[in-house]
């Protein structure tokens, strides 16, 4: 707007007419309002609107909608819409083409007058001749107009590609710009022909690398600095959501030079970068012959085979070039089916399945059908069966027979992050394993350290023995199978390396990770660290005891059922179990893919706030995000928990939880008052130390989830009926990383006599229990989940009203170790009851932590003092608050005086 001139603008502008808006007799509406233009004067507009009634004729079913009485808020209102709300405009038909440009050019071409022609004709750029009509009678007839649209192929339907130093066809004769369509110039030489030049550089040619597992807030200058120490970079892309632009994860380089892209996929493969590890391959293949026939050996031309096809490549061309390889095992002479199989039916010479193996299967179902019921299949039919069943045996064949070094895993750096001195210490009570813990000893630590140290420099840690470390055996804390060496780290055992801490080994795993007691090892019992002889809990015993005797700062514990907070709450640590999903489960043998859980243990509350920061965010492998809970972040999102708690410290003052709500969980006390073993005294303890937030500012108030008392129930059904396919050798459905050569060795094993007799008690009964309700109640499994979704929005109803949910840990002290010799009932009963108030929350998927909060007298043994543990539980993804309150509780109170 234009400077104004004097200050009589301003006292007129404030003294503008108001406008006027009004209907005359003829339903004419005039509008009228007063502005300043541009110029800075002032100005009238005046706006005249006419309504006209407009009928038209619409389809009956529009007709009667108008018709409907309206309902809702509208209920009651005139039909039709309300003018004050609602424009009403005008009808816009679509009008579908039959074609694309060049037909709208030729109606245009019939329009225009004959006189331009002169002479009357036309002369036709379709057919380069002369005619009376516009459009051009011999367009059908004409083989060019087609003949772009099949540029590119390489190949016709029956016939191989002609190669590059032959005649060109006779259809190569025929231009393919021809027909009025616009073709791309390095796509003008037709079939068969030579192709012209292209306007520019082809993308394609450029060296590119697929960088997977990026930060979704990796930005295109990030990996440009990354990638720009190696050489030139030319492009580089993020994939992006469209509606969000959160990056997806993936992105490609390209580079100026081939010799480059390889040094930067050499070097940044594997790397850990954002707190993720990068994983780095070649986003392409080369062209034609050579993509495939650079190695003529049937391992390289398999490995091409498995990586993504080049654009412009087509399935033709490709299935073409197969059958030009060398002799590659089963490629070569069926190279054609070996993808489809399934629907070509075309059988392998050598396929052994046969008739027998048909009735095998009947008899399996049979066996397992209802009393006197036989399962067969009509005599016509089973020649059919039977090769629909060989064409599936070919067809998973070929990804049976891919070899091992082709399953894609976890990249493991292995000469940055070496594995020293790893060897076995021996049995509990030898050498060096004195209290049973360790289960194996190593030493891995970073050997090119980023000058900036990782958050855990100069941090010690243990994992528990169903932990994958590359090179070093996993025992699981058994002898059913021996042998078995991970060839990846899991991601909580290479984060930690690459946030500074150096591993030690790894912590005893109670016997395949089934047992609440800490004496079924196959090496033998792990001692309480307060007192041997007596339990120390499981299953990630070893990692409790070696935490609270010092031998380590940090320890990473499994946790199925509890097996993280029993163990913490009997050595006086502060165990977290993480909500569901938070820390990746990937390369950490399953037990339930539903509740899978990992998380820290350690002695003191800051550590166990700074080892999840370094561990929690999801990867790209572990999926298992549907606990309820909002999506898990990236590892560049999860809150700085250290810092966070350091501010919340500085700024509370001497009421840090004024504010704050904790509800007693009614019946998570109650279960301290039942049964043989729970004792009361655990109940009271807890709830006196629950009171004490109270001197801290916060509200403490008792509240009540009558469900709480059915999750261990429904946990059983989940348990039970979910660990029969995984401890038989199979595997549970969800798209995750798979150990499978530990399922090849479970398979081997526990199927056989040997291996069964040597399955201790706890195994042992979960896959009879198992197989016992998947026989008798198939329909089990979904209504104990189904349920689990209930259970779940009770918890959170009732911590919508509070901001933790406390209860006793374990609802009893330690005990002594059942005697080697003991029958399965007693071994079973030194672990009755110990989940009660732990269960429940890995299948909700809630966060819960066990922390130390006094010291009480044996009962077997009064002279020895025990720690007790009390359970705190959060909101879905609020860690925080439980390490608030435990937080402002250890610095407020010494639980070792209490």
């Excluded at 299948?843 to 010291?855: D, K, L, R």
């Amino acid at each position: 707007m234009a400077t104004k001139t004097s200050w009589a603008d301003d006292v007129d502008e404030l003294d503008q007419p108001k406008g006027e808006d009004y209907v005359d007799e003829n339903g004419i509406r005039t509008t009228v309002e007063y502005t300043i233009n541009e110029a800075g004067k002032k100005v009238k507009i005046t706006r005249k609107t006419r309504r006209v009634l407009q009928k038209s004729v619409v389809e009956h079913q529009v007709a009667e909608r108008q018709k409907w009485a309206k309902f809702g808020a509208e209920k009651g209102n005139a039909r039709g819409p309300d003018r004050a709300t609602t424009t009403v405009g005008e009808n816009v038909s679509l009008i579908l083409s039959v074609g694309n440009k060049v037909a709208e050019n030729e109606q245009k071409e019939e329009n225009k007058p004959k006189a331009r022609a002169g002479g009357g004709k036309v002369i036709c750029r379709l057919c380069k001749g002369e005619h009376f009509t516009a459009k051009c009678p011999y367009k059908d007839t004409l083989g060019g107009m087609d003949s772009a649209d099949n540029v590119g192929l390489g190949l016709d339907d029956d016939t191989p590609p002609a190669e590059s130093s032959g005649a060109p066809t006779a259809s190569s004769a025929t231009p393919a710009t021809g027909g009025g369509k616009y073709v791309p110039p390095s796509m003008r030489g037709g079939p068969g022909g030579t192709r012209g030049e292209s306007m520019r550089t082809s993308r394609d040619d450029l060296p590119t690398l697929r960088v997977t597992n990026i930060s979704e807030d990796t930005q295109e200058n990030d990996l440009r600095e990354l990638f720009g120490v190696f050489g030139r970079v030319a492009r580089v892309y993020v994939g992006r959501d469209r509606e969000t632009g959160a990056g997806k994860g993936f992105a490609f380089v390209s580079f100026e030079e081939r010799s480059v892209a390889q040094k930067a996929l050499e070097k940044v493969n594997g790397k850990g970068y954002d707190n993720l590890i990068l994983s780095v391959q070649w986003s392409q293949l080369m062209d034609d012959e050579e993509f495939l026939l650079e190695d003529p050996s049937p391992r390289a031309s398999l490995s091409r085979l498995l990586r993504p096809l080049p654009v412009g490549l087509s399935i033709r061309r490709l299935l073409y070039l197969i059958l030009k390889l060398p002799d590659v095992p089963s490629l070569h002479t069926r190279t054609a089916t070996s993808i489809m199989s399934v629907t070509s039916l075309e059988i392998s010479q050598n396929n052994p399945i046969n008739a027998s193996s048909l009735e095998h299967i009947l008899k399996k179902l049979t066996y397992n059908a209802k009393p006197n019921e036989t399962i067969a299949l009509n005599p016509n039919d089973e020649p059919s069966y039977l090769t629909l069943l060989q064409a599936l045996h070919d067809s998973t064949d070929e990804i049976l027979k891919l070899p091992g070094q082709f399953d894609f895993e976890p990249p493991t750096d292995l000469a940055r992050f070496p594995r020293n001195n790893a060897h076995f210490p021996g049995r509990e009570g030898e050498g060096q394993n004195e209290m049973g813990a360790w289960g194996w000893k190593c030493t891995v630590k970073d050997t090119n350290p980023d000058p900036k140290p990782g958050i855990l420099s100069g941090k010690t840690f243990v994992v528990k023995d169903n932990v994958s470390v590359a090179g070093v055996e996993m025992m699981l804390g058994t002898d059913v199978f021996t042998g078995f060496i991970p060839t990846s780290d899991a991601t909580v055992v290479s984060r930690s390396l690459l946030a500074g801490a150096t591993l030690l080994g790894k912590a005893t795993c109670e016997n395949m990770s089934m047992s609440a007691s800490s004496f079924s090892a196959v090496t033998g019992p792990v001692h309480n660290p307060f007192a041997k002889g007596f339990n120390a809990a499981g299953s990630s015993s070893g990692c409790g005891a070696l935490v609270a005797l010092g031998e380590a700062d940090l320890g990473i514990g499994g946790d199925q059922g509890g097996s993280i907070r029993l163990p913490a709450s009997w050595c006086g640590l502060y165990g977290l179990k993480p909500t569901f999903g938070l820390v990746p489960y990937t390369g950490i043998a399953t037990l339930e893919p539903s509740f899978d859980h990992a998380g820290p243990m350690t002695r003191t509350l800051m550590d166990n706030a700074l080892f999840l920061k370094a561990l929690a965010g999801r990867d790209a492998f572990d999926v298992k995000l549907n606990s309820g809970a909002p999506s898990i972040p990236f590892p560049k999102d999860v809150p700085d928990y250290p810092a966070l708690l350091e501010e919340f410290q500085s700024e509370r003052g001497g009421l840090p939880l004024k504010g704050f709500k904790v509800g007693l969980l009614k019946e998570g006390f109650d279960v301290c008052e039942r049964g043989g073993m729970n004792d009361a005294r655990v109940g009271a303890k807890c709830r006196e130390a629950a009171e004490r937030w109270q001197e801290l500012g916060a509200e403490v108030k008792e509240v009540s989830v009558p469900m709480h008392t059915l999750g261990p129930t429904l946990w059983v059904c989940i348990a039970r009926q979910g660990c029969v396919p995984v401890l038989l050798g199979g595997s549970s459905g969800v798209q995750g990383f798979y150990m499978n050569k530990l399922t090849k060795k479970l398979d081997e094993s526990i199927k056989t006599k040997e291996g069964w007799e040597k399955l201790p008690w706890a195994p042992k009964n979960m896959v009879l229990n198992g197989m016992y309700l998947w026989d008798q109640h198939p329909e089990l499994y979904g209504k104990a989940t189904n349920q689990i979704h209930l259970l779940r929005a009770k918890y959170n109803e009732a911590l919508s009203d509070v901001d933790v949910l406390v209860m006793p840990t374990i609802p009893y002290l330690p005990n002594k170790h059942a005697p080697k010799d003991a029958d399965v009932l007693e071994k079973i009963s030194k672990s009755l009851g110990q989940t009660l108030n732990t269960c429940p929350f890995n299948v909700t998927g809630h966060p819960a932590m066990s922390m130390p909060i006094g010291m009480l007298e044996s009962l077997e043994e009064p002279s020895i003092k025990f720690p007790l543990g009390l359970q705190l539980v959060g909101k879905h993804l609020d860690e925080l608050s439980i390490y608030k309150a435990a937080l402002a509780w250890e610095n407020k109170f010494s639980w070792k005086e209490l």
